[in-house]
């Protein structure tokens, strides 16, 4: 079996080799690439559906067999070097240089060759390139911040986003891992302020610095069991019932609930437990009179005086 990541860089290959040796083996080609007659043969195979735009019988590349031996009928242009545009030149330079910026990067020193070799080529489409600037996403750059932390076995100060309370927490941590869970990655550390493992999404660190010290997760942190997702529900969490709207269906979808019963206006009923109840005062809140906390009755009670504070503010 041959990966992809293999077979690419072979059929790139095999159009100029069997141009340089029409007529050769089959057996013999594949000795040279170092697979099977088989494997050779389905590449082959691949091949004769590649070629230019249009996909007719004088776009695609065409290979004669004779016997056990190949030959190339037409190349599809293979045979000539490649050229890139302005624009395209423009791209990859534009990219190369952001890739050169990005804080922790591995192997800098081949995409810095790389680069050079593309401005030398590319001319006046390199000269553009420094009129165009790109931000390198905050995420991306925490990712290569955490990367060099966990490398260097270094603690971490962060200023953290705690979305759920609206607000924003320092904490020193001892990071264990990074992972990618449902498209976003996630810092998994030694909270010394919780004194537990927690998982910080990289997107929500505002600031990332790395300390001077060495991270000492202690011999009893384990890392989490995300098969289930990042939220994961415990029996010691509240229970909490709502009642919510057409508009707050949505809810039933993207948290984990005990229960979902729907309601003759389109509405559900909900039932799920909750780890920090300050986001449910703010989502029923957000939604006004589509949605009301049913239970527990201390829940509903907040919900009912901060809304009335609100109410409160706007008539004075």
């Known amino acids: 079996m041959t990966t992809t ?67 190339v009928g037409y190349d599809a242009g293979m045979s000539r070097p490649l050229r890139l545009s302005a624009d395209e030149a423009l791209a990859i330079v534009v990219a190369l240089r952001t890739l050169a910026d990005v804080p922790g990067l591995q192997e800098r020193d081949a995409v810095e060759r790389a680069l050079a070799k593309v401005e030398a080529a ?64 996630y810092l998994e550390a030694w909270c010394r302020r919780a004194e537990g493992m927690r998982l910080f999404r990289l997107d929500r660190i505002d600031v990332l610095q790395v300390l001077d010290e060495p991270s000492r997760p202690p011999a009893t942190a384990r890392p989490r069991d995300l098969s289930g997702g990042v939220y994961q529900p415990a029996a010691e969490h509240p229970l909490v019932s709502l009642r919510l709207g057409p508009a707050g269906r949505w809810v039933a979808d993207y948290y984990p609930c005990e229960s979902v019963a729907d309601l003759p206006d389109g509405g559900v009923l909900v039932t799920l437990r909750v780890a920090d109840p300050t986001w449910v005062r703010r989502l029923v809140l957000g939604f006004g009179e589509a949605a009301e906390v049913l239970a527990p009755d201390w829940l509903a009670d907040q919900v009912r005086t901060e809304a009335c504070e609100a109410l409160a503010a706007y008539a004075d």
């Open 122 to 185: 590319a001319g006046g489409a390199a000269e553009a390139a420094g009129a165009v600037a790109v931000r390198v996403e905050r995420s991306d750059r925490r990712l290569a911040e955490a990367r060099r932390a966990l490398d260097q076995g270094r603690a971490l100060h962060l200023s953290y986003y705690v979305a759920a309370r609206d607000e924003t927490t320092e904490r020193d941590v001892d990071p264990v891992q990074l992972r990618a869970v449902e498209g976003r990655w």
């Open 5 to 71: 990541a293999d077979r690419l860089p072979r059929l790139l290959a095999l159009v100029p080799y069997l141009l340089a040796r029409p007529g050769i083996p089959v057996a013999e080609a594949a000795a040279d690439f170092g697979v099977t007659e088989a494997q050779l043969r389905r590449d082959l195979q691949l091949l004769w559906v590649c070629g230019l735009p249009g996909h007719g019988p004088g776009d695609l590349i065409d290979l004669s067999f004779e016997g056990e031996t190949v030959t």
